[in-house]
């Protein structure tokens, strides 16, 4: 409550009073701003006949200020009731505009609706911070489980393979029997086997992320996605030899782009498929392109239901790291761009000795 008269704030606590909020009393403009930078406030009402610094003034002052400008001000004044005046108040973002003498009732309405869609608001926002910390916790659940099913197939299942195929080469390769014939055989799928469970070890979880970091486990990958389903890929890099980053920012890069080029595979028809991948004032960016037959509208704006769990993963991924995620149609294709800030970076001299050892 803002007013250079002692006994208007006096009405004003009276009136309001009933209503539980707690009430905090401002006789300047400077006073108001400082009580707005001590205390979370839902509402002001601001006299707009003060000296110094009048009504309109102070509130042009304090939507000026990022934190204050969805602040719900009412303007109260018993001078300035012309409809230039009210027009004066709505556009410095006014929600009301009353005149004097006050309705008591009214005035207790208009504070306590504002104030409860305060309320509402500071609760929306908790419930949206817990949703975003428990979606980064399913994704990092997710990544860890990968990580944990990843190394059960390698050490478990593929040492039980390897001791099975040593057992069968064994025996006598010269043996032309049908018993002979049947291990040869038998070790043939042994050996697909042990082939198919360290792609998908691979794929689950890529060592070479952790080991030599992302732009040698994109390569990897991509080889590996020609391999596997025909399209024509290739990798671009800016600078070539690109430097590490920290390990969350090189997983969620990895990971939108697997997911991209998954989509194209599923999706898209495309018979070719190209990235890059940049580091570029202060963030990396990245970047999937396919020729493929397009988005629908609906995608490319991510409306709710139009979008599978592979693209909302993308952009969960995105939003945990502060980054922006764009998905637009390149005719023909998609465009899928990415970009995340960079927070820390290994030096290019430790990535050229790793991967000189490597």
């Known amino acids: 409550m803002v007013?250079?008269?002692p006994a208007k704030l006096l009405t004003y606590e009276a009136i309001l009073g009933e209503l539980g909020d707690n009430l905090i009393k401002a006789n300047s403009g400077k006073e108001a701003l400082e009580q707005l930078l001590k205390n979370d406030i839902a509402v002001v009402l601001l006299d707009v006949s003060m000296p110094e610094l009048d009504g309109f003034e102070l509130a042009d002052m304090i939507r000026q200020h990022p934190r204050f400008q969805k602040v719900a001000i009412i303007f109260i004044s018993a001078v300035h009731l012309t409809d230039l005046d009210r027009l004066k108040g709505y556009e410095r973002g006014a929600v009301d505009y009353i005149s004097v003498p006050?309705?008591?009732?009214?005035?207790r309405a208009k504070v306590s609706i504002f104030a409860e869609l305060h309320r509402n608001a500071l609760q929306l926002e908790a419930l949206n911070a817990e949703l975003r910390s428990l979606s980064?916790?399913?994704?990092a659940a997710q990544d860890e489980e990968r990580r944990r099913i990843a190394r059960e197939l390698h050490d478990s299942l593929g040492q039980d393979l390897a001791a099975a195929k040593m057992i069968l080469d064994g025996l006598d390769s010269q043996d032309t029997s049908p018993v002979g014939s049947a291990?040869?055989?038998a070790c043939?799928?042994?050996?697909?086997a042990m082939q198919q469970v360290r792609s998908m070890s691979h794929l689950l979880h890529p060592p070479m992320l952790d080991e030599v970091g992302l732009y040698s486990a994109l390569q990897w990958y991509i080889d590996g996605f020609t391999k596997r389903t025909g399209i024509e890929s290739s990798l671009e890099a800016h600078p070539a030899v690109f430097p590490r980053l920290a390990f969350d920012i090189e997983k969620a890069a990895f990971r939108i782009i697997q997911e991209a080029l998954t989509n194209v595979f599923r999706h898209s028809k495309a018979s070719k498929a190209w990235v890059s991948i940049a580091r570029k004032d202060g963030h990396v960016v990245g970047t999937v392109r396919d020729d493929g037959i397009g988005i629908s509208a609906a995608v490319a704006e991510f409306r709710p239901g139009s979008i599978g769990v592979g693209i909302a993963g993308m952009r969960q991924r995105v939003k945990e790291l502060a980054g922006e995620l764009r998905l637009t149609n390149a005719s023909p294709g998609t465009i899928v761009h990415f970009a995340l800030p960079v927070r820390s970076v290994v030096s290019q001299d430790s990535v050229l000795s790793l991967q000189s050892r490597v």
């Open 183 to 185: 291990a040869r055989e």
């Open 188 to 192: 043939s799928i042994i050996d697909h």
């Open 3 to 5: 007013d250079d008269q």
């Open 136 to 139: 980064a916790s399913v994704i």
């Open 102 to 107: 006050v309705n008591p009732e009214l005035l």
